[in-house]
């Protein structure tokens, strides 16, 4: 049974993804901004969250947005039970050359707890979505996390820090080296929500990276839980949402994945 409130965000994140395509034949010609280093905005970005905004807000005024290129938008009158966190095109690095890896993500949020995810691939159709104890879809199919058990056969995905200098980096550099000598391989693909998707569906065994922020996990972390797999920080917690820090997989290479990147970090 499909959540009531979901086909407003499928039909949100279709219609916005038209503006995206189209503009995919032409990214020669979009105009980019810089947010900071290394992170970019583009016009396309803003269309596509102006027409995701406008579909939530006229089947639910009441709800509350939190969208990444227009940070928070509230209605003063309501105290926001419900509210839809948005990344309008999570990727733009990837989309401004032209590489087809990028997707569109929107979650529903409930007192703070994620009850429906969506993220879509709009290059290749697919459709992501989970609610809440309904299980997690691809293209309308169930799907679970992979059963790989051993490290040394997993496919792990990562996303590299912005910032390319500092512990940061030095960091991830260590966490990188020590999961990239356990694993068969890493991928890097540009897209952390679609990434977590991968891991949902199987298609990755396990990901990792720190410093993200809630529209890049939100409902991307509630379809691997749905689909059989752990989502936590990096010390096994639940506040990843909060923290940035996260690490996703089967209950096999969920923990072995943890144990990896922290490995470092205990003097090992």
């Known amino acids: 049974m499909m959540h009531p409130m979901l086909p407003v965000a499928i039909n949100a994140a279709r219609e916005a993804s038209k503006t995206i395509l189209r503009a995919l034949t032409q990214v020669d010609k979009i105009e980019v901004a810089s947010k900071n280093s290394n992170e970019f905005v583009t016009q396309v970005d803003r269309i596509s969250e102006e027409i995701i905004i406008d579909h939530i807000q006229k089947a639910y005024p ?134 977590l998707a991968y891991v949902a569906c199987g298609r990755l065994d396990g990901f990792w990276e720190s410093n993200l922020k809630i529209w890049h996990m939100a409902a991307s972390a509630l379809m691997i839980q749905e689909a059989g797999g752990i989502v936590s920080d990096f010390n096994d917690g639940d506040h990843y949402l909060q923290t940035g820090d996260i690490v996703a997989g089967n209950p096999k290479m969920h923990k072995a994945l943890r144990h990896l990147i922290n490995d470092f970090r205990c003097g090992n």
Not at 75 to 86: A, R, S, T
Not at 100 to 118: K, V, W, Y
Not at 150 to 172: C, H, Q, R, V, W
């Open 62 to 195: 009441d709800h509350g947005i939190l969208a990444e290129e227009s940070g928070r938008i509230s209605n003063p009158k309501n105290n926001h039970e419900y509210y839809w966190v948005i990344d309008p095109l999570d990727g733009t690095r990837n989309f401004m050359q032209g590489y087809p890896q990028f997707s569109i993500t929107i979650a529903l949020m409930r007192n703070n707890i994620t009850e429906l995810g969506l993220v879509f691939d709009p290059f290749r159709n697919d459709l992501f979505t989970s609610a809440r104890g309904q299980g997690a879809y691809l293209n309308d199919q169930r799907i679970h996390v992979s059963h790989a058990e051993k490290m040394d056969t997993a496919l792990i995905g990562t996303g590299f820090p912005l910032e390319k200098s500092g512990n940061n980096i030095n960091n991830y550099l260590n966490e990188f080296k020590n999961v990239f000598t356990h694993c068969t391989d890493v991928r890097r693909d540009g897209s952390s929500s679609l990434d």
